[in-house]
């Protein structure tokens, strides 16, 4: 039973990446499988490990030195990212919404990687060596189920950087055409730089929910004021009780929110409104959207729920780094790193969406569930177990990837991911 569940996980791997491949040549093509499958196998991206599981029958010296090789082709990031934003956009509704999520990958001891620049741990509250991560996730309101779209890696030392808000609204502008402008952007902190804001808010097509920092300014009435300003004008008739579950623990808060119409400053053609929550801190809540709003309780509560979602699934964005050791990435030069980090996002979308969502896979994702054998069981967020129940059974199983029959096709012709 386990080697064929090991072969169908291996043929899915085939069919997932010959979606990926589309553009690409025989060999580039022949090197996404094997990536995908090399860290779907171990769960690491060191190509020492991927090597390990190719298990070639020859020196692990040489398929390293091979995978490096086809790691620095340039153009590959960007063929995979852009067929990975093709599989994933047929999932992504009008309301769906794009979860940016902006993090870092820090490399504390790193010396000779190329274009390492000072980066701020996020974890640690410091400041180190490393590189800047940006991902972009599709999650419905009140799920739990993400869809990874893109992630980007990058660093100002490099030439070819202009700046982070330019790089943000690069990846942001390549989500939103892939998938017709449906979705609504949400960004925590850090979002409302106007650098962000003002291009979004311009082109009408954009709609987002951005939390804002009491010192931005807003226009209400004509007057601009500040956030904090806001809030106290602000009055909440409604009001709703939730529980945040962080580190294990859960609390409860009670929440008082409503909201008030502004316009942004630099672009007041465009009617906004800006959503205040109490109840979370001594502080409010500020949330700035495009979405329109009125006196109804359910329409404004939809909204705070929207954003709250984006911390219900903080966990399920972590597993993208986590579940595959990317912050132990090995590699020396900038376009290889830029590569792995599409590759790896690759692998997460095999198992969070590939794998997940096919109807005529349910059978074989409740094996993987099982091979992960956790301690306390398989939690409501399966992405973890998913992730350590594919590399254990790639592990038992063994002998690499399957042989490439003769009539083995690539691209296009590949079984396609969504049914109609």
């Not at 902006?102 to 000072?118: F, N």
């Not at 449906?182 to 291009?199: K, S, T």
């Not at 219900?312 to 595959?324: D, G, V």
């Not at 990317?326 to 790193?337: A, H, I, S």
């Amino acid at each position: 039973m386990l080697q064929q569940i090991g072969r169908k996980l291996k043929q899915q791997v085939r069919r997932f990446s010959g979606e990926l491949s589309v553009g690409l040549g025989k060999v580039a093509s022949r090197f996404v499988e094997e990536m995908v499958y090399g860290i779907s196998a171990t769960g690491s991206v060191k190509l020492t490990e991927a090597a390990r599981a190719l298990e070639e029958g020859i020196a692990l010296h040489a398929t390293h030195k091979r995978l490096s090789a086809r790691l620095d082709e340039e153009g590959l990031g960007a063929r995979v990212s852009a067929n990975l934003l093709r599989v994933g956009a047929p999932t992504i509704r009008p309301e769906t919404l794009l979860i940016v999520d902006p993090s870092e990958v820090t490399k504390k001891y790193a010396r000779k990687m190329q274009y390492l620049a000072t980066v701020r741990d996020g974890s640690a509250q410091t400041f180190g060596n490393g590189y800047w991560l940006c991902a972009v996730v599709g999650c419905e309101v009140d799920g739990r189920e993400i869809v990874p779209l893109s992630q980007r890696l990058w660093s100002q030392a490099a030439p070819e950087v202009v700046s982070e808000n330019a790089t943000v609204r690069e990846q942001v502008a390549e989500v939103l055409a892939a998938t017709d402008y449906r979705g609504i952007l949400v960004y925590d902190r850090g979002g409302d730089r106007r650098e962000l804001l003002v291009p979004w808010t311009q082109d009408r097509r954009v709609r987002y929910l951005v939390r804002q920092r009491g010192d931005r300014q807003l226009a209400y009435k004509g007057k601009r004021k500040s956030g904090t300003e806001l809030a106290g004008l602000c009055k909440t008739p409604y009001a709703e009780t939730v529980v945040r579950e962080k580190d294990g623990k859960e609390q409860v808060y009670f929440l008082e929110f409503g909201f008030l119409p502004v316009r942004l400053p630099e672009h007041a053609a465009r009617p906004l409104w800006l959503v205040v929550v109490k109840g979370f801190g001594a502080e409010p809540l500020l949330l700035l959207t495009t979405q329109p709003l009125r006196l109804n309780r359910a329409v404004v509560w939809w909204v705070v729920r929207a954003y709250l979602t984006r911390w219900r699934i903080e966990e399920t964005i972590r597993f993208i780094k986590q579940s595959y050791e990317f912050e132990d990435v090995r590699v020396l030069t900038y376009r290889r790193l830029q590569n792995l980090a599409v590759l790896v996002l690759a692998a997460a979308q095999f198992a969070a969406v590939w794998l997940g969502a096919r109807l005529k896979l349910e059978v074989l994702a409740e094996h993987v569930l099982d091979a992960a054998k956790r301690i306390f069981g398989v939690p409501d967020f399966k992405y973890y177990a998913l992730a350590d129940g594919l590399a254990a059974i790639f592990r038992r199983v063994g002998k690499g990837l399957l042989p490439e029959p003769d009539n083995e096709h690539h691209g296009p012709l590949q079984l396609r991911l969504f049914y109609p």
